[in-house]
């Protein structure tokens, strides 16, 4: 390829060619040259200035890391420290490919496509195609996700997100070309004014900040209505979850969703019933498919299984049951 700009020579090189421009200054050249000590000198100032400004700051202001309590060294916006941040790994344990449920005993067995689906999955078909998430809903991730949610530390979404868009990521073999449309799981009103803001919403935006635009992901996060405040699932048993959450979800804009895609997102999938229940209102309301992107997910305690395949899965069950 010759790249010729105006009033510039050529000359041959082998196969490739070197081109010199005939305005070149001379003058120009070695004051460039020149240049380059001072602005080395320059960078090593500022960086200097900068690391003496992170210095200042830590005198003048102390702060501890708000999930180990070590001192923050650095200037940010986000009390944690780049320790506790990076413990915050994505699950790398075998899930099942539908509900991302940690695989136990022999629960597990092979569908037709080669994938390991759940006990749970393959007695009862979710009403979303499936769902990933980043990581465990443990640890200083789950500490990261209390910061937002309950103190309201609104730079936390900033990291959260990266990692809803490391799920979405997860996801995207199996979207439409044509687009998705992403709804996160609204507040109800009421929750919605005391916290000030709507953590989904929150992440989901930084997200799709950090996802390529020829994903073609569109935020809609007016589709969802929750028209009625449930209680707290803490405690309840797997019916009345889905009892409690039962009308609590309504589509406002079911023109947006006729017909499309959905991502639901939230930042933590404990046992499904609350995306499982806005994936049910959204599928009524016309969706072709939707699916479920989360921050975290709560993993069942038991982490070993054996993977069988669906022929052998009742006499896995008989060995199982003895």
Do not use: W
């Not at 979405?168 to 439409?176: C, G, I, N, Y």
């Not at 919403?201 to 929750?226: F, G, M, N, T, W």
């Amino acid at each position: 390829m010759e790249i010729r700009p105006v009033g510039a020579t050529a000359v041959s090189a082998g196969r490739g060619r070197i081109v010199f421009s005939s305005s070149t200054n001379p003058s120009r050249v070695t004051e460039a040259r020149d240049a380059k000590p001072q602005e080395r000198l320059f960078s090593s100032m500022v960086s200097g200035v900068s690391g003496l400004a992170a210095a200042l700051f830590a005198t003048l202001f102390p702060a501890d890391c708000r999930l180990c309590g070590s001192p923050l060294l650095n200037i940010s916006r986000l009390p944690v420290c780049e320790l506790c941040l990076a413990d915050m790994r994505p699950i790398s344990e075998a899930i099942c490919a539908i509900c991302g449920e940690r695989m136990k005993g022999f629960a597990a067995s092979y569908d037709e496509c080669g994938e390991t689906r759940c006990g749970l999955c393959r007695r009862l078909e979710p009403p979303f195609v499936r769902a990933s998430a980043y990581g465990s809903y443990e640890g200083g991730l789950r500490e990261l996700i209390h910061l937002l949610k309950y103190e309201g530390v609104r730079p936390a979404a900033g990291v959260l997100g990266r990692m809803l868009a490391a799920a979405v990521t997860d996801l995207r073999p199996s979207f439409d070309e044509n687009g998705m449309l992403v709804v996160p799981v609204p507040l109800h009103r009421s929750k919605s004014r005391q916290r000030g803001f709507n953590q989904a919403e929150e992440i989901a935006r930084k997200a799709l900040k950090q996802i390529p635009s020829d994903c073609h992901l569109e935020l809609a996060a007016d589709v969802l209505q929750r028209q009625r405040e449930t209680q707290s699932q803490i405690g309840l048993s797997r019916h009345q979850r889905r009892m409690n959450m039962r009308g609590a979800f309504a589509v406002k804009r079911p023109e947006l969703v006729q017909g499309r895609e959905v991502l639901v997102v939230d930042d933590v999938f404990t046992t499904g019933t609350t995306v499982s229940e806005c994936a049910r209102v959204l599928r009524r309301a016309g969706a072709s498919r939707v699916f479920v992107a989360t921050v975290a997910r709560t993993l069942k305690v038991e982490a070993k299984f054996t993977a069988v395949p669906a022929e052998n899965e009742s006499e896995a069950a008989m060995v199982a049951a003895g």
